[in-house]
């Protein structure tokens, strides 16, 4: 069975409970991200540009449009800040993608929350799925997987969401093959978050186009693939163990490559003048992007191993956006934590995990470990989520947002999309 088929038939698939409890929490997530994104103001333009006629769906910042257009602003603006949750198998940011797309359509609709959550699982979960499937080569090959994979992902959700029966779906994954796109030369300009909101309007459109009669050629996901360099790795839908439980969610706000040294060395809990020398081992994937060794600003400082090692030792906060300014890269104790940090690529650690050597002034020498994917019960990643979103959107905020998100009804999570300070 190829994947295509492998696709369609997971579309009809029973949601567990555990698997959308997690996926509550990345709603939670990510409602937070966009709204801290429109908040932050850098795409107000862009915002402002897409909202060309009225519809029933909420956008982050106020205002309504239709279901594909508030899929296309609400993935943009969430990604914006690159605070969103990822999936180390999948290589990308998964939620970002699906879940504009779920409930700007479950809204359009007037669906239930729960169920527009089990669509976003599912969503997700295949999206993990097609980004398994293409593999390492299809990255390498200069391709995003948040938005390539995500798209399809997006689609099966929105699949789901209006109740498209199997050739509908066949035909909607097949439109999708033809639009699905996005390309990692995008890092650093805010055309990386754009490609995250072309996925999600993507899944819409390609949905409801099928839903009206529009055809493809049949195996979109295979052609797909051969196109943009698939590896085409077995994959099969999950049955009791769902991939969703193995999301990461981001608690510094920096890029994730990064965040293991920063729990591992905070964990430590060993001050900046007993350290002589600090050596990081980590995955090679991590060293062209977050090797930064000399960052000269606050985005800089966000894709930089001595950055974060410095800010980690020294007791800085690292949940918030603000705390990687300018400012900090003047910091006399900073600087003299970089100079002193070293940074290496071991084949043999994951993309989730890193080595940490550290040299004491007395000649001691320390080891730390840490993997971002060490399972975490649910409750703690709530707790650890609403700290974080304390910090983006103030506590009165997150306490509307987290009461809308634990309850039945889709409307009182969206309208909160446009509470701005």
Not at 122 to 144: K, R, Y
Not at 149 to 155: D, E, I, K, N
Not at 204 to 224: I, S, Y
């Amino acid at each position: 069975m190829g994947l295509t088929d492998k696709l369609v038939k997971f579309a009809t698939a029973d949601v567990p409970e555990e698997a959308a409890a997690m996926i509550r929490l990345s709603l939670f997530d990510w409602a937070a991200c966009g709204i801290a994104g429109a908040q932050d103001g850098a795409l107000n333009s862009f915002r402002q540009a897409q909202l060309v006629e009225e519809g029933p769906a909420h956008v982050f910042g106020g205002d309504a449009a239709g279901a594909a257009q508030a899929a296309l602003i609400n993935g943009t603006l969430s990604h914006a800040l690159d605070f969103d949750d990822v999936h180390f198998a999948y290589g990308g940011n998964p939620s970002v993608v699906v879940l504009p797309a779920v409930i700007a359509l479950a809204e359009t609709l007037d669906v239930r929350l729960t169920d527009a959550v089990d669509a976003a699982t599912l969503g997700i979960e295949a999206a993990i799925m097609v980004g398994v499937w293409l593999g390492g080569e299809h990255s390498a090959a200069g391709f995003d997987v948040t938005a390539t994979a995500g798209a399809f992902g997006a689609t099966l959700a929105a699949a789901r969401v209006l109740g498209l029966d199997k050739p509908q779906t066949r035909h909607a994954i097949d439109l999708c093959a033809s639009m699905a796109s996005g390309l990692a030369a995008q890092e650093g300009s805010t055309g990386r978050a754009l490609s995250a909101g072309l996925a999600a309007r993507t899944g819409v459109e390609a949905a409801l186009w099928a839903q009206v009669g529009m055809t493809g050629p049949d195996k979109g996901a295979e052609g797909f693939g051969a196109a943009h360099h698939a590896e085409v790795i077995v994959v099969k839908p999950p049955r009791k163990e769902w991939q969703v439980s193995e999301i990461t969610h981001k608690f510094h706000a920096c890029c994730h490559g990064v965040h293991a040294t920063i729990e591992a060395l905070s964990a430590a809990k060993i001050s900046a003048d007993r350290i002589a020398g600090i050596k990081i081992r980590t995955n090679p994937r991590w060293i062209e992007l977050c090797n930064n060794a000399s960052p000269k600003n606050g985005r800089d400082a966000r894709f930089s191993y001595t950055q974060a090692a410095a800010m980690a030792v020294l007791g800085y906060s690292t949940g918030r956006i603000d705390a990687f300014s300018d400012e900090i890269m003047r910091d006399k104790d900073v600087r003299a934590v970089r100079n002193m940090t070293e940074v290496t690529a071991d084949e043999s650690l994951s993309s989730a995990q890193v080595l940490i050597t550290l040299t004491l002034e007395s000649g001691e020498v320390r080891r730390l470990r840490h993997d971002l994917q060490s399972p975490m019960s649910l409750e703690n990643r709530a707790a650890k989520l609403r700290e974080k979103v304390k910090g983006l959107l103030g506590e009165t905020r997150e306490e509307a947002l987290w009461q809308a998100v634990i309850g039945p009804e889709l409307d009182a999570v969206t309208a909160c999309f446009g509470t701005m300070e």
